[in-house]
């Protein structure tokens, strides 16, 4: 029986066999080049909401910053014909040290949204880190992902009722944990959205976990009781263009029949029952032990940056740990997640899972990450980049290209297996 080619070797030779006959990759490979024909393809807003981070965006500059300043050093005359690129993760057995961070909103980019990525995270085998902000129940999702393992992750609003329906859902649905994020409290400064006027889920986008909830359909349909005593027809402002086309983008996204939906107050009260419960400014530590007794799945706390955080973290019982500064989407002027991934290895006993993302974009990112101590990493805006091009083709090319790149970097390396990858094989410029 012939032995099974390594993943690197095998996509270099079906990228070069096209190149014959004159097919270049519709997806690129190169990320700058990802980058720039992923944000060509989408609206003015679009680019803002998904490319853009908070403030002057230096935090998103200090996550790659802090990439460059780590230097890989490869060990020589060590046989590396058989390569693994498998880890244990929560009990699950994964191809792959690679997960689908979660993003919300894909709608922006694709029509198919989450349906779209779920269905090439089934293909690669990559968990897929379902988002609270998804365009698509999480139902619809689970049943695309058909087995597959993945994650669920928990925005926390003011509504603990809409929470606790939401991880209940995940549970039925099949997740193999919570991934409950502390950094997004209330939105960042974004000011690429502020700038364009936009916020996503004014608009009805992002908010097919709300819709779908029966915990949230009862805040909507008090909402809408409540407007119904107070209305003054006289007292509402005339409609503008934009308006109208607001209202027809929410009741097109509510569920329901369209012209059902543009005579009824629903989408308008859901869109504005989403904005009322959203931020949760008083979320405690007490909080994630009460979601700790509340399921039996594992769960894992994201947005952790401060070495004294992941130790209360792991006192209250937390499954494994998120490194990670939102993409440098939330805090302007904050530190690189590489270095807080240094910081909070150093914090946890070694036994303690951590999952790093902020800033991953090619396979040498992800080596580092693992040999500063993360166990699994996270990959965020390049699979976004890739269902803008191509949809599910393009999300799976973007996963294929990774492995592909980081089994020949394994190889490159010298090492066989990704336990093999420690800080000596990296040298701080």
Sequence with gaps: MPAQVPPGRRMQNLIYRAGLYGRRPKVPVNSEKLHNAAVNTMSRQARGYIDGSAGTESTNDNNRRAFNQWHLVPRMASPVSARSLQIQLLGLDLPTPYLLAPIGVAEMVHPQA???????????????????????????????????????????GT????????????????????????????????????????????????????????????????????????????????????????????SRRYPGRLLQNL?????????????????????????????????DLPVIVKGIQHPDDARRAQQLGADALWVSNHGGRQLDGATASLDSLVQVRQAVDAQLPIIFDSGIRTAADAIKALALGADAVGVGRPYLYGLAIDGSSGVQSVLDYLIAELDISLGLMGVTSLDQLHSDLLHRA
């Excluded at 039925?172 to 409950?180: E, H, L, T, W, Y």
Aim: proline share 6%.
């Design 159 to 250: 509504s603990d009722a809409v929470a606790f329906s939401m991880v209940r859902r995940a549970e039925a649905a099949g997740a193999s944990a919570i991934v409950v994020t502390l950094d997004t409290l209330m939105l960042g400064w974004r000011t690429r959205d502020l700038d364009n006027g936009f916020l996503p889920f004014a608009h009805g986008m992002g908010v097919g976990q709300y819709t779908s909830d029966p915990e949230f359909a009862k805040l909507v349909e008090a909402r809408v009781h409540a407007d119904r005593q107070q209305t003054n027809t006289a007292d509402s402002p005339k409609p503008t263009p934009a308006a109208v086309r607001a209202l027809i983008g929410m």
């Design 114 to 156: 989450d349906v779209a990525t779920a269905k090439a995270a089934r293909r690669t085998t990559i968990p897929m880190t379902v988002s609270t902000q998804a365009s698509v129940p999480v139902e619809e999702i689970a049943a695309q992902l058909d087995g597959s393992p993945w994650f669920y992750q928990l925005y926390w």
């Design 263 to 295: 005579r009824s107050p629903y989408p308008r009260a859901a869109v504005e029952t989403f904005l009322e419960i959203f931020s949760r400014t008083d979320l405690a530590w007490t909080d994630i032990a009460r979601l700790r007794e509340a399921t």
